[in-house]
């Protein structure tokens, strides 16, 4: 089992391990065992590394029992050379195997606060990479150090700029439907549950280390930690960090980067609105926080006036409504600038709407394509209903009296549904197909992308969903009454292959409908999110 037997130096052990198999049979000697504990391949790991890469609880049960019953020389030496067990499996994302480990290793590595490039530092780094969130809570309460510790990576970089840097493990950084907020907030199903501790457990570590940070801020100098964290948070979105530097440290909105950018430069240039919300619980000051300028003379309108991260601005559908939400940006962000900053030129000459029509001129060109290939793929559709449906009208199922001149089924309570249900078609195609003409005769100016061209898509969606719902019932109406009117179980049938069409529409258009909906009728997306004056 000791002898070499791969290019990597791996000996019989560390195949098996890595392997993911283990044999009681080794046991009956362990003896044997020993020697091989502490036998290291090309990439310095024994075979309790291996098992940790991999995650054999198994063979990690069996060999950390012999490796903790080593002589007290040799494990000092064993594990001074590292690499550390509990390290490779934080990294491979094994949690039951760092439960495993962590309070005999993980105790020795944070029973000091960690210094920069630590073996510590690395441990806790891949713990927030991992997302394991209770486990790192429990070593931040038992080890108050480690908020104000030399931490792992670039300068003034600590625990909690690893945290702000990860916004999806806090509530304000993760994007739910509809009805997981609704779940979220009430008897929430597994995954949401465990989502929602996650958030609940991140949040209490922001909680320890801003107050941590804050009890050795004058003993300590701490505003560069804190700087970092925050600016770093409002660069990645994490609100719920800002929120709280700021409630412990008010001055903190004050802070900038080196091109000169606070917080709220920041939440405007990448697009995080909940950061951006936060001036609505600052006092008068908020006026003034706008006011500062960058290295290049540009004032927080002339930021709202570029185009946004690709990334942000694709987690927008539909064209229309990305082009939307930029203007909605502009405008928002206009109410906090003094007037006169509205024409201010920055180093380049420029105004902020200068800025922003030369940023967002190709975006204007490619949503004025989506907008009118959209309109002429469903004024298509619409036409279509129509002359189905003007043909139905005047064709009735059953034919006329020759005498009088009346439907045969005038007196079927299913031909006032056909009647009424193609009246309802040919009304609402008409109307699809003339809100859908006013798209692609419209001038496509920048202001039209924030109310008129939506508004007109909705009404032109909205009316070809009931002229297509409206065609099928009618259908239904005519099938049942040239062959239902004494099989009546010929209704389940027909009801069915009529909802096919009507559900595939519904499916495939109306999430964008919806949000289209919600982005131009619905709250609006700044607004006040707490109650808690903050400066």
Not at 132 to 152: P, S
Not at 159 to 167: D, I, T
Not at 318 to 336: N, P, S, T
Request: aromatic share 10%; with cysteine.
């Amino acid at each position: 089992m000791s002898k070499k037997i791969t290019g990597a130096a791996d000996s019989g052990l560390h195949v098996l391990v890595g392997a993911g198999k283990w044999f009681d049979d080794l046991m009956r000697d362990p003896t044997m065992i020993s020697p091989l504990l502490t036998l290291r391949n090309r990439d310095g790991h024994t075979p309790l590394c291996v098992a940790a890469t991999v995650g054999n609880m198994q063979a990690a049960r069996k060999l950390l029992p012999l490796e903790m019953g080593l002589p007290p020389t040799l494990r000092a030496l064993n594990e001074a050379v590292g690499p550390y067990p509990i390290i490779e499996a934080a990294r491979y994302g094994h949690k039951e195997m760092v439960l495993l480990l962590i309070w005999d290793m993980g105790r020795k590595m944070c029973g000091s606060p960690p210094t920069k490039e630590s073996a510590a530092s690395l441990f806790l780094h891949l713990l927030v990479e991992a997302g394991f969130y209770d486990l790192l809570l429990a070593l931040v309460q038992r080890h108050l150090g480690l908020g104000r510790a030399e931490f792992y990576g670039d300068n003034n970089e600590s625990l909690l700029s690893l945290m702000a840097a990860k916004p999806s493990a806090f509530r304000s950084g993760t994007q739910l439907s509809f009805w997981q907020q609704l779940l979220y907030s009430a008897r929430p199903i597994r995954q949401i549950r465990e989502t929602k501790l996650m958030h609940e457990a991140a949040l209490k570590i922001v909680k320890c280390l801003c107050e941590e940070l804050m009890k050795h801020y004058f003993a300590e100098d701490m505003e560069p930690v804190l700087r970092t964290a925050l600016l770093s948070a409002a660069s990645s979105g994490t609100s719920a960090i800002i929120e709280e530097i700021i409630e412990r440290y008010p001055d903190a909105i004050w802070f900038a980067d080196s091109e000169h950018h606070n917080l709220f430069h920041l939440a405007v240039i990448n697009r995080y609105e909940k950061v951006f919300n936060l001036i609505y619980q600052l006092s008068a000051y908020k006026y003034l926080v706008t006011a500062n300028e960058d290295t290049s003379g540009n004032n927080i309108l002339h930021m709202a006036g570029k185009l946004a991260p690709l990334g942000r601005l694709n987690l927008i559908s539909g064209a229309a409504l990305q082009m939307q939400r930029e203007l909605q940006w502009f405008q928002e962000v206009e109410k906090f600038v003094h007037p006169t900053f509205r024409s201010k030129r920055n180093s380049n000459g420029k105004t902020p709407n200068m800025v922003f029509t030369e940023e967002h001129k190709e975006l204007v060109k490619k949503r004025q394509k989506w907008m009118k290939e959209t309109a002429n793929s469903c004024i298509f559709v619409a036409a279509l209903t129509a002359t189905v449906g003007f043909a139905a009208a005047i064709t009735v199922p059953g034919g006329n009296n020759q005498n009088s001149g009346f439907p045969l089924f005038s007196n079927e309570k299913a031909f006032t549904v056909f009647a009424v249900s193609v009246a309802f078609c040919q009304f609402s195609s008409v109307a699809s197909v003339l809100m859908f003409l006013s798209i692609l005769t419209s001038r496509y100016a920048e202001e039209d992308f924030l109310k008129r061209l939506p508004k007109r898509l909705i009404l032109g969606l909205s009316a070809l969903f009931v002229s297509m719902t409206s065609l099928m019932i009618a259908f239904g109406a005519t099938i049942y009454l040239i062959f239902g009117q004494k099989k009546r179980w010929i209704l389940i049938p027909v009801g069915i292959a009529a909802l096919i069409p009507v559900n595939l529409f519904e499916s495939l258009q109306s999430p964008l409908l919806w949000d289209m909906f919600m982005s131009t009728y619905g709250p609006s997306i700044f607004r006040k999110q707490g109650s808690r004056v903050l400066y």
